[in-house]
């Protein structure tokens, strides 16, 4: 790894998503939204896997970059709509990123590389788009699972568990067992896995 590469590219992402409106809360302090995502990736992925691949440190890094810019409300407030803007945003974050590796001077490989995991290409067959997506599963249910409850019905929740789960590998499901739950997220849970 070429660690001044490395680390100019994670200062851009981060600048990047730096400029974020909107902003969370967390232990009392305000950050960026998309700048706590990425860094809430970068520390599961580590936990999770230490011995990443550069490319799926990166990726990890800019899963959401700038995402605030490309709006859910701007597409039709349906199905449809919902599936048309996933998609568009897949696409749309793996350019940002090629845009900053670019500008930072990765080769063509690794940027070809980190635009492919962005987009999750081959979910379930390519083992580094697995992990990306086992991260992604993993800090979602550490640290937004609850908010998330707080806003839909039983029902759609536990809708949302199990797609979750489905996209998961064995070892992400094991790892996600262990995490702090809440008494309400561990029902909606239990209720959903039947565990």
């Known amino acids: 790894m070429n660690l001044d590469k490395f680390q100019h ?43 990443a691949s550069e490319a799926v440190q990166l990726a990890a890094r800019c899963q959401h970059i700038c995402r605030w810019e490309s709006a859910r409300n701007s597409y039709e407030m349906n199905r449809t709509g919902y599936l048309l803007w ?7 974050h793996a350019q940002k990123a090629i845009e900053i590796l670019e500008k ?25 788009t697995q992990l990306l997506e086992d991260v992604i599963c993993l800090v979602f249910l550490e640290f937004y699972f609850d908010p998330f409850a707080e806003k839909y019905s039983e029902e759609k929740m536990i809708d949302i568990v199990q797609k979750t789960w489905r ?25 959903a896995l039947n565990l």
């Open 9 to 51: 590219a994670v200062q851009l992402f981060d600048e990047a998503n730096s400029k974020d409106p909107n902003q969370e809360t967390f232990e009392g302090k305000s950050y960026p939204k998309e700048l706590l995502y990425a860094e809430r990736m970068t520390q599961v992925l580590r936990g999770f896997e230490p011995n």
């Open 104 to 128: 930072v001077g990765y080769e063509k490989e690794t940027i070809k590389r980190v635009a492919f995991l962005v987009q999750k290409k081959q979910l379930k067959r390519d083992p580094e």
């Open 167 to 191: 996209k998961m590998s064995e070892r992400a499901h094991s790892e996600a067992l262990k995490l702090p739950f809440s008494k309400p997220a561990l029902a909606l849970l239990s209720k």
């Open 86 to 92: 996933r998609q568009d945003l897949k696409k749309f």
